[in-house]
């Protein structure tokens, strides 16, 4: 029996007979996969709170039929300054959760680590703009998985857009489309909002909350990510603003 070490996330728990938790993992070497950890729920459970969603976790585990066996289990990072925010906890379990969504069981993304990390150091470094950090961690992470939005230049024709004020954008040319191109039927896209997307595109996730970005251009950023996303990935990924972690 071979044991294996991985320090990973935790992405998703859930309860799995009577004191047990299957969870999800993701580590920057060994991907995302689920492991169970037997009798993690007892009150003298040897794993204690170590499985708390969003926790660096290193552990030791083993091949089992389907679920590795979770053998120990040693915190590394709980994110007490994440977690003295409700803000900033529901942000983070946010981008815990679309990466669930978005990557296959066994899939390695070593990118998409590196970025969750940089936005939870971020998180809880400081918990003022979680949201800002939150929109900042959707771009980027749609990036790395191969679908970078156009946003300076039409993305039908290739013709700067620079000198419109607000143009329009499109899920399905892949960024925004300009007066020439566009059909109407695109939704528009404010120039405040598409100079914000590139301003956040080339910020490292330890600067985003310094950036400057109106409650509006927040709402309409989420609104143009969850329509691009769920037009490249088939589905539902960004949950309205205020609607918490419900769909965990
Ligand atoms: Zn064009």
């Not at 590795?68 to 379990?93: C, H, K, P, V, Y």
């Not at 040319?173 to 301003?199: D, N, Q």
Request: net charge positive; charged share 30%; with cysteine.
């Amino acid at each position: 029996m071979a044991l294996e070490k991985a320090t990973v996330f935790v992405i998703r728990k859930v309860n799995f007979k009577d004191s047990d938790y299957v969870v999800t993992l993701f580590g920057r070497e060994s991907g995302k996969f689920a492991g169970i950890a037997k009798g993690a729920r007892k009150l003298e459970s040897k794993f204690g709170g170590v499985f708390d969603l969003l926790n660096l976790v290193r552990v030791v585990f083993y091949q089992g039929s389907g679920l590795e066996f979770i053998s120990e289990a040693e915190l590394i990072e709980n994110w007490e300054g994440i977690r003295s925010s409700g803000e900033a906890i529901d942000a983070g379990l946010r981008c815990a959760r679309i990466i669930n969504k978005l990557l296959e069981e066994g899939q390695r993304e070593m990118r998409a680590y590196d970025l969750l990390k940089e936005t939870l150091l971020s998180l809880d470094e400081s918990q003022v703009r979680a949201r800002v950090v939150e929109l900042g961690f959707y771009l980027k992470l749609f990036r790395n998985l191969g679908y970078r939005p156009k946003l300076r230049e039409c993305a039908s024709c290739g013709r700067s857009v620079e000198d419109e004020g607000s143009v329009r954008f499109s899920p399905e040319a892949g960024g925004v489309v300009c007066s020439g191109c566009s059909t109407k039927k695109e939704f528009p896209v404010s120039g405040g909002l598409r100079k914000v997307l590139i301003k956040l595109s080339a910020t490292p996730q330890a600067g985003v909350q310094r950036l400057k970005v109106t409650e509006n251009q927040l709402q309409e950023g989420f609104s143009l990510l969850d329509r691009f996303g769920e037009f490249h990935f088939g589905q539902k990924l960004i949950p309205r603003a205020g609607s918490g972690t419900e769909l965990m």
